[in-house]
């Protein structure tokens, strides 16, 4: 009888366990909030470590504002104002002009997420007890993420991004976030800070 008893609370804690998984209003109410947090004072900046298999590990700082971001690392820097990116390489003082894919703008911007998660998503989560871990699952197998785990603080700030691509991981590791007001110049590459650049159109 005892027996049976604990393996009836199992089962329930199990059960209860799936749905809290499964909560997608849940899991959207979390990412809504963190969203609305992220941009309460016209932008953010932070800290950023990439990860990601076959790259390597890269480290820099990175600006927001809505769709908007400008990351700055030791060997690059990525300008993008919602629809055309800019990447700067030190070693070569090339800039290659380029309109980025979802993908492609996730794997630079940890905050991609903010956007992303509105459309062609399942959506669930997970309590961790001091975060929860939100999980996004691609509803049509062409969309290049298929799937993303954000790390969401109690305080409804991201900690850590994983992103699946090509059957790929990388992980983005978020620290030293903070609100403050971001101009719109700092989303677009300016040719006078760069004038032996030579610039190279991908588009």
């Given at each position: 009888?005892?027996r049976?008893?604990?393996?009836?609370?199992?089962v329930?804690?199990?059960?209860w366990?799936?749905?809290?998984?499964q909560?997608p209003?849940k899991?959207?109410?979390?990412?809504?909030?963190?969203?609305?947090n992220?941009n309460?004072q016209?932008?953010?900046?932070?800290?950023?470590t990439?990860?990601?298999?076959g790259?390597?590990t890269?480290s820099?700082?990175?600006i927001?504002?809505?769709?908007?971001f400008h990351?700055?690392?030791?060997?690059?820097?990525?300008w993008?104002?919602?629809?055309?990116?800019?990447?700067?390489?030190?070693?070569?003082?090339?800039?290659?002009?380029?309109?980025?894919?979802e993908?492609?703008?996730?794997?630079?911007?940890?905050?991609k997420?903010i956007?992303?998660y509105?459309n062609?998503?399942?959506?669930?989560?997970?309590?961790q007890?001091?975060?929860w871990?939100?999980h996004?699952?691609a509803?049509?197998?062409?969309?290049?993420?298929?799937?993303m785990?954000?790390?969401?603080?109690?305080?409804?700030?991201?900690?850590?991004?994983?992103?699946?691509?090509?059957?790929?991981?990388s992980?983005?590791k978020?620290?030293?976030?903070?609100n403050?007001?971001?101009d719109d110049s700092?989303?677009?590459f300016n040719?006078?800070?760069?004038p032996e650049?030579?610039?190279i159109d991908?588009r």
């Open positions: 009888m005892k049976t008893r604990i393996i009836m609370a199992i329930a804690l199990l059960a366990t799936g749905m809290t998984a909560n209003s899991a959207k109410e979390i990412l809504d909030k963190t969203a609305a992220l309460s016209g932008g953010a900046k932070a800290d950023f990439l990860s990601s298999e790259v390597g890269i820099g700082t990175i927001i504002k809505g769709k908007k990351a700055t690392t030791p060997k690059a820097s990525i993008y104002d919602g629809k055309t990116q800019w990447t700067y390489m030190k070693s070569s003082d090339e800039v290659n002009v380029s309109t980025p894919n993908s492609q703008q996730a794997q630079m911007n940890p905050y997420f956007t992303l509105k062609g998503y399942r959506l669930g989560v997970k309590d007890g001091n975060m871990e939100v996004l699952t509803l049509n197998r062409g969309r290049s993420i298929q799937e785990y954000v790390y969401v603080s109690k305080s409804y700030l991201p900690s850590k991004v994983r992103i699946l691509e090509d059957r790929k991981w992980e983005i978020i620290t030293n976030f903070k403050s007001p971001q700092l989303f677009t040719p006078k800070d760069f650049a030579e610039v991908l």
